[in-house]
């Protein structure tokens, strides 16, 4: 029996684990786009370079509407998550249509309650060490530091004194020489957008989104496996 001062471990919430792939991969590819209809071509040449995960943002328009195809068309290459998630129904509809795992800029309780209660898998955003902790508390299966470049890889190690084990995935600002950084630092993975997809999703050159894909996949198999 507790006494009101023990802390009762058995009330801790199970804790959700990162899909296996995106694990592995140790990297996110974020894709922010005006359509959703623009997603299919830079997920393909993203495939073929070696990406293994990616996160579809909830700010391009009918996102979770073309969920469920992309899922059939790239789930067996791809873990695709939905991202900028701000709302419990949102993770809900994502969690039904397939998503692999979620993503939010904030720490919101009512955010990892659906999460827990949909059993998909939730990174939930902060920068400061109080909102960070209550995610990981809460049972996220990481914690999004953003914006990253606000604070530098060495904030792993910074988190890690007061929390040990937290996992940590820095998004905003992240490029190559930033991806690197932040894995040698500990990362569990880290979170790009534009340093990799530059204007793939503006009618760029996909074979130059394959090259710049390659080479954060070259960075973070390196890292891993240094």
Do not use: C, N
Not at 89 to 112: C, K, S, W
Not at 168 to 190: F, H, K, N, R, T
Request: a negative charge; glycine letters at 12%.
């Amino acid at each position: 029996m507790t006494s009101p001062d023990t802390p009762d471990h058995a009330a801790r919430p199970e804790r959700a684990t990162l899909p296996e792939r995106t694990a592995a991969a140790r990297l996110i590819v974020v894709i922010r786009g005006r359509r959703a209809d623009q997603y299919a071509p830079v997920l393909e040449t993203l495939a073929r370079a070696g990406i293994r995960s990616v996160e579809l943002t909830l700010s391009t328009p009918r996102t979770l509407d073309e969920l469920p195809t992309l899922q059939d068309r790239f789930g067996e290459q791809l873990d695709i998550g939905v991202g900028t998630i701000t709302e419990p129904e949102q993770l809900r509809t994502a969690a039904e249509r397939g998503a692999r795992y979620a993503v939010t800029p904030i720490t919101r309780a009512d955010l990892l309650e659906a999460a827990a209660q949909t059993g998909l898998p939730l990174i939930p955003g902060g920068l400061t060490p109080s909102e960070l902790h209550a995610g990981w508390a809460a049972g996220a299966a990481a914690v999004k530091v953003f914006p990253a470049s606000v604070v530098g890889p060495g904030y792993v190690k910074d988190l890690r004194g007061p929390f040990p084990g937290i996992k940590v995935i820095p998004s905003g600002g992240v490029d190559l020489a930033a991806a690197e950084a932040w894995l040698q630092a500990g990362a569990e993975a880290v979170s790009v957008g534009g340093p990799l997809l530059g204007d793939a999703l503006t009618g760029g050159s996909l074979e130059e989104l394959a090259d710049r894909a390659a080479r954060f996949v070259g960075v973070s198999t390196r890292v891993a496996g240094a």
